[in-house]
């Protein structure tokens, strides 16, 4: 075997390696999906239980938690090899790097904390608002490492589904959050400043992620959205969203808004879930075929598919053709068609690289710059003291003063607070 069939035949090997390695992740993102649609949908039954001081809820709310520990069991179940020790060097947990691997340190720490903050719950000794952010910090890093792994796919269609569905999944959190929100407001029959303020955060925020979730979906899974945000489910919920919103107070003849506003936002959001199940369908089968696609027969075979008699031919004309002029025995062993299709084979390998190459690189700086808006974002409220919708709106506005674009006046943030507040 030469040399340039082993190295073919190493790389074909290591992307199918790779490629097994990012279907497991896949598994990973699938089960991690199950589990925040059931703490999403416990969060929104606790936060009605405790708003209206256990007189209602109660029953929904036990069998949410049910839901969720089903889930969660079978979430730690698909992470257990990821803790067991390494076997002959071999890590148990596939292409996770540092990051990924610290976020599922955090989700499984998280995980552990679950059991005593529903008892807590169910003694009601957490007030609603402690219990949202509780919830909304496990959600977090299970969302984490949604992200995490989309940006160590090796794949770029694969990537971009990731890409498309951790943004999907995480306007999907911001419109459970801000059910949790309304159902507060709603069963205590009236909506603070605070509040209001935090749904139109939750609402900008979803806006946010779906348009991202829109670039890189598929026409199809976009057809599907545009749809989901017409017809009469979604003019209900608009019209409960505004009333929330304003500073109106709720009239005394709505009957249990609180629970009308719930099963509206729980429509909605089974709605997403749905969708949300079909971008992982897409994403396993696509898995499946890219594996398919990189069986051996895509390098290896097409090498021993040329006759035997062509890898003896270019020696034998080299020994019959000495007299030859050089330029002449280059010519012809670059044209005769063993070496014409290896230089093809490796041609083509190159070129499907560098394409692999760019559109990784696209994607993973679409994810670099929206880590930096976010740093720039929470940078904004924590110095200047601004919700999350006024910090992005005076960066949006600063970008469009400045005729830059987002990601530059982000940057310029940092670096401002980075040079007088080096710990910020």
């Not at 929100?181 to 009236?190: I, N, P, S, V």
């Not at 002029?325 to 290896?342: H, Y």
């Not at 976010?374 to 910090?391: D, V």
Request: aromatic residues 6%.
């Amino acid at each position: 075997m030469t040399a340039t069939r082993r190295l073919l035949q190493a790389a074909s090997k290591l992307q199918r390696e790779q490629l097994a390695a990012l279907s497991a992740t896949v598994a990973v993102v699938s089960d991690i999906s199950r589990c925040v649609h059931a703490l999403q949908r416990e969060r929104g039954s606790s936060i009605i239980y405790l708003g209206s001081g256990g007189s209602r809820f109660g029953a929904q709310r036990d069998q949410r938690v049910a839901d969720s520990e089903l889930a969660q069991a079978t979430l730690e179940q698909r992470l257990a090899p990821w803790t067991a020790p390494e076997t002959d060097g071999a890590l148990p947990h596939g292409l996770a790097d540092v990051r990924m691997l610290l976020s599922v340190a955090a989700v499984w720490q998280d995980l552990d904390t679950l059991p005593d903050l529903r008892q807590r719950i169910a003694t009601q000794q957490l007030s609603a608002d402690d219990t949202l952010r509780a919830f909304n910090q496990v959600i977090g890093h299970l969302l984490q490492v949604i992200f995490e792994a989309a940006d160590t796919a090796s794949d770029p269609d694969i990537m971009r589904r990731l890409v498309s569905l951790f943004h999907f999944i995480q306007g999907k959190e911001l419109a459970g959050q801000e059910r949790a929100c309304g159902a507060l407001g709603f069963t205590l029959a009236h909506f603070d400043a605070p509040h209001r303020d935090t749904m139109a955060t939750l609402i900008g925020s979803q806006h946010r992620c779906f348009a991202t979730f829109a670039e890189f979906t598929s026409p199809d899974s976009l057809a599907r959205w545009q749809q989901l945000q017409s017809g009469p489910l979604h003019d209900t919920f608009e019209a409960l969203r505004e009333l929330a919103c304003s500073d109106t107070p709720l009239a005394r003849t709505l009957d249990n808004p609180g629970e009308q506003w719930y099963a509206v936002a729980t429509q909605r959001i089974d709605a997403m879930h749905e969708e949300e199940t079909r971008l992982l369908d897409a994403l396993r089968a696509c898995c499946h075929q890219r594996l398919q696609q990189a069986e051996p027969t895509d390098t290896a075979a097409r090498l021993d598919a040329l006759p035997e008699a062509l890898l003896w031919a270019s020696p034998v004309a080299l020994f019959t053709q000495q007299q030859a002029p050089t330029g002449a025995l280059t010519l012809d062993t670059i044209e005769s068609r063993f070496n014409r299709s290896l230089v093809e084979l490796v041609q083509a390998q190159n070129a499907r690289l560098q394409r692999i190459g760019d559109e990784l690189e696209s994607t993973r700086q679409a994810l670099r710059e929206r880590r930096e808006i976010e740093r720039a974002k929470g940078l904004l409220m924590t110095h200047q003291q601004l919700s999350e919708a006024q910090a992005y709106r005076l960066l949006r506005k600063t970008a469009m003063d400045q005729s830059k674009p987002l990601i530059e006046v982000a940057r310029n943030v940092i670096q401002v607070v980075e040079m007088f507040d080096p710990q910020g």
